[in-house]
């Protein structure tokens, strides 16, 4: 038995519409030109602002959704795909999805995707893995900065013996030697607290005592054989930062 339906109404619309699932049909040119009462509520606009807007404008760059529609344009096929990240400021947060894209036979490179939202205890699994893996490379820096410190703890010891007994001339670099082991331990200790978040200690320093620093450790390593000319200007006054990490800039620009 046929029901007559008011004026103005369709009855593939009012199905769609009591469907508990985001569903969009998606244009050859990306364009969303059919949006479901869910899926205005999903993508946070109505059916007219999706109807101007591409898909690309509401899910992250390179979402896999993107490639998938494509996917099921050029094959002609419907695909699945589960657990995709689609997390955009314009969703409004968090979205893990289920994605059910088919292409539409009448409607030649038009594609309907239809999205069922994840669990809560999904969405949760997965946090629990990125901090599982968060916790995984923190227990990696503190073994490796573990290992690093000990050889560095005999050289800075041999240094100091070395600066008892040398000349003049060979203690400043036996200081040298030293002051950067500190140096290379304080970058380690940074490692061993790489999930933390602690503000960088800044004090005043000297720029010109810093790049005399540089400069004597590329003259008694990498750069021996390159003539270096400091021109400082006198008049600059001391920065607020950390003397450690100056080091490692200028280091690495040398």
Same mark, same amino acid.
């Given at each position: 038995m046929n029901t007559a339906l008011p004026a103005g109404l369709n009855l593939a619309t009012i199905v769609l519409d009591t469907i508990r699932h985001p569903v969009i049909m998606v244009a050859p040119d990306g364009r969303i030109v059919f949006a479901n009462a869910e899926a205005e509520d999903f993508f946070r606009s109505s059916a007219s602002v999706l109807a101007r807007s591409g898909l690309e404008r !509401?899910?992250?760059? %390179?979402?896999?959704?993107?490639?998938? #529609?494509?996917?099921? =344009?050029?094959?002609?096929?419907?695909?699945?795909?589960?657990?995709?990240? +689609?997390?955009?400021?314009?969703?409004?947060?968090? =979205?893990?999805?289920?994605?059910?894209? &088919?292409?539409? &036979?009448?409607?030649?490179?038009?594609? #309907? #995707?239809? !999205?069922?939202? =994840?669990?809560?205890?999904d969405k949760i699994d997965r946090q629990m893995t990125h901090r599982g893996a968060a916790r995984s490379v923190s227990g990696l820096a503190s073994m490796l900065a573990h290992e690093i410190k000990n050889p560095?703890? %005999?050289?800075? %010891?041999?240094?100091?013996?070395?600066?008892?007994?040398?000349?003049?001339?060979? =203690?400043?670099?036996?200081?040298?030697?030293?002051?950067?082991?500190?140096? +290379?331990? &304080?970058?380690?200790?940074?490692?061993?607290?790489?999930?933390?978040?602690?503000?960088?200690?800044?004090?005043?320093?000297?720029?010109?005592?810093?790049?005399?620093?540089?400069?004597?450790?590329?003259?008694? %390593?990498?750069?021996s054989n390159v003539r270096i000319v400091a021109d400082y200007d006198p008049s600059l006054p001391p920065v607020h930062a950390n003397r450690d990490q100056l080091v490692q800039v200028f280091l690495n620009l040398v």
């Open positions: !509401f899910v992250p760059f %390179g979402s896999p959704l993107l490639s998938l #529609v494509e996917q099921v =344009r050029e094959r002609r096929a419907p695909f699945n795909e589960y657990r995709v990240d +689609i997390s955009s400021p314009l969703l409004g947060g968090e =979205r893990l999805v289920d994605l059910y894209v &088919a292409p539409v &036979a009448e409607l030649p490179g038009h594609v #309907v #995707v239809l !999205f069922q939202e =994840r669990s809560m205890a560095l703890s %005999g050289i800075r %010891g041999a240094a100091q013996l070395l600066e008892s007994v040398v000349s003049d001339e060979d =203690r400043a670099l036996a200081r040298l030697i030293t002051d950067e082991t500190d140096r +290379i331990v &304080a970058l380690v200790d940074r490692m061993e607290v790489f999930s933390d978040e602690r503000p960088i200690d800044r004090q005043p320093v000297n720029i010109h005592v810093v790049l005399d620093h540089v400069k004597a450790i590329a003259r008694n %390593g990498f750069a």
